[in-house]
């Protein structure tokens, strides 16, 4: 941390006796990628965390401007790698309302299976990372072991574990036979009695609750205030979900719940409830992954697009529901074969700005506790 | 829909303060930039509106008009609707107020737009660079930037094999 970050701090930090600076990262184990803390502590009492972001930032948004519409599809999976999915679902439904584009049914179906995979697999990083950062390591094993299912699946799906650029303006990159139908068949009847297992084993810990309950409270009007999105608003309390409130592709063909916190083990908004609500988000996600694969129909899975796109002048926003939260991207054409300017919105962004003011009395493991709930990923915030 | 806001809008501020456009995907309604934080604040609560919901802020270099145009997106969940709000400020000297005050996650959007566009808002609580280093020089976004070529006495460009 720079000595220019000093003068940032407020005046009453430093002013008792046994107050101390603190650094934590860039390179701590608990901050998910290069993210570094300026912490002032009394003791065991943090007075303030100032988060200093930009350890990661890569200019995507410049990089758009230099590369053609189809072209910057694989940059989109290097937003958020956990999630890569949604970043390639958004991106191509701002380009495909640009232009016009219309989807086949049978691409859309795949996308939302695809996507919902993916959110599966996000939410077993996050909930197991939150375990192991708060020192339970065998829950975060578990979670990983049926990750690698789901990878293996998406391997199949599209060749990537991780970084797919799946989807492609107009539709897929391809189709999915049978067997992977069977194989995503098989992984949830393998899959959902585990979520109970895994329920008994950690969700449910007393010690992991403690841990947990009535730590790092948002208040809903808070949350909304800063922005917060996805299971992080929800966990609050705010029923907002962009599948159901804006719906895209074709998620207003299924039926699904929205989880919300409701002060499970403790206050309304605590890490626990933000923790939980992702529990119940990825029971959804299976259920709707049931319903879309029944109902998939036959057809193509890419419409006719001209090899080179020039979009004439417009703009659009587009969001979708991404594993962390409302994820959006404003798009402007310019007449030409590449955007005129990309805005990303993720949700760590947000999330990352009211640490600073939740942070504030919290006990110094607290603050790991709360980083690990909001579930940031660094590359998001930084782009 | 969001000529309905307009119609409210209007009626507060007068039809020489807003402009509104549907020539786009998302229809939105200009502004002048002396007015944005008290149309921000009716917007967020006014009961007919209540747009509660700060979606994203984006700002475009335009060199040839020479301005830079911002770009609010909220939402209300009311109306289950977005609104997207334009304002343009010059490029020489980009001032704007901020709005940080109306709401909190507005804060980190201004610091990133100070950082990569060069725009400064007033009455910010802590406008310094977010994503660059204390000591970049130049705003990445603007579209006549040219990247340094040292930073630090460090090459910034690779050497290419051509």
Redo the contacts between chains.
């Keep these: 941390m720079?000595e220019?970050e000093l003068k940032?701090l407020k005046p009453q930090a430093l002013a008792f006796k046994e107050e101390m600076i603190l650094n934590m990262g860039p390179q701590h184990p608990s901050t998910h990628g290069v993210l570094n803390f300026l912490v002032v502590t009394d003791g065991e009492v943090i007075h303030q965390a100032l988060p200093n972001?930009?350890y990661l930032?890569r200019?995507i948004?410049?990089l758009a401007e230099q590369t053609s519409y189809t072209g910057f599809i694989p940059f989109t999976d290097r937003i958020d790698y956990l999630a890569a999915m949604f970043a390639n679902h958004v991106y191509v439904l701002a380009v495909e309302?640009?232009a016009e584009i219309e989807v086949p049914e049978r691409a859309q179906f795949l996308r939302v299976i695809a996507c919902e995979l993916n959110r599966i697999a996000s939410h077993l990083i996050s909930t197991g990372a939150l375990a192991l950062d708060i020192g339970a390591s065998t829950p975060f094993v578990h979670w990983i072991r049926e990750r690698e299912c789901i990878n293996d699946i998406m391997e199949a799906i599209c060749g990537a574990r991780l970084t797919y650029s799946y989807m492609r303006v107009g539709g897929v990159s391809r189709d999915i036979s049978q067997k992977i139908v069977d194989d995503i068949y098989k992984f949830l009847d393998h899959f959902e009695p585990i979520i109970d297992e895994y329920n008994r084993l950690i969700s449910f810990n007393e010690i992991f609750v403690r841990r947990l309950a009535d730590v790092a409270i948002i208040s809903p009007v808070?949350a909304?205030?800063?922005?917060l999105v996805g299971p992080n608003l929800r966990g609050s309390g705010i029923t907002?979900d962009i599948r159901k409130?804006?719906p895209y592709s074709v998620y207003d063909q299924f039926d699904f719940d929205i989880p919300i916190g409701k002060g499970f083990k403790g206050s309304l908004g605590d890490c626990y409830d933000r923790y939980f609500v992702r529990i119940l988000e990825i029971k959804e996600s299976c259920s709707i992954l049931r319903q879309a694969l029944s109902q998939i129909p036959k057809g193509d899975i890419k419409a006719k697009v001209k090899r080179k796109l020039k979009i004439k002048e417009?703009?659009?926003?587009a969001?979708v529901e991404s594993a962390r939260g409302?994820m959006?991207m404003?798009l402007?054409s310019d007449g030409s074969d590449r955007p005129?300017?990309l805005?990303i919105?993720t949700g760590s962004?947000?999330a990352?700005?009211?640490v600073e003011?939740v942070s504030q009395g919290l006990m110094v493991a607290d603050l790991i506790a709360l980083i690990g709930s909001l579930d940031v990923v660094a590359p998001e915030i930084?782009r | 829909m969001i000529s309905k806001v307009y119609t409210i809008l209007v009626d507060r501020f007068g039809e020489d303060a807003l402009l509104y456009f549907d020539d786009?995907?998302?229809p939105y309604i200009q502004v002048n930039p002396e007015q944005i934080q008290m149309l921000c604040i009716f917007m967020r609560y006014n009961p007919a509106l209540k747009f509660?919901?700060?979606?994203?802020l984006?700002g475009?270099?335009y060199p040839e008009k020479n301005q830079i145009t911002m770009?609010y997106?909220l939402f209300s969940?009311k109306q289950?609707k977005?609104c997207?709000l334009k304002t343009s400020v010059s490029r020489k000297n980009p001032e704007l107020e901020s709005i940080e005050s109306v709401?909190?996650?507005?804060?980190?959007f201004e610091r990133e737009l100070y950082d990569?566009l060069g725009v400064n808002f007033t009455n910010h609580s802590?406008m310094?660079?977010?994503?660059?280093?204390?000591d970049w020089v130049g705003h990445?976004?603007r579209k006549d930037y040219e990247e340094p070529s040292f930073y630090h006495d460090m090459e910034t460009s690779r050497n290419r094999i051509s």
Aim: aromatic share 16%; hydrophobic share 40%; charged share 20%.
């Design positions: 720079p220019s940032y972001v930009g930032h200019g948004e410049k309302s640009l808070d909304v205030n800063f922005g907002m409130i804006i417009n703009e659009c926003y969001c409302e959006g404003y402007v005129y300017r805005k919105k962004f947000t990352m700005s009211i003011k930084d | 786009t995907l998302n509660s919901f700060f979606f994203s984006c475009v270099d770009v997106h969940m289950k977005m997207v709401w909190k996650a507005a804060g980190w990569l802590n310094k660079r977010l994503l660059l280093p204390d990445p976004l």
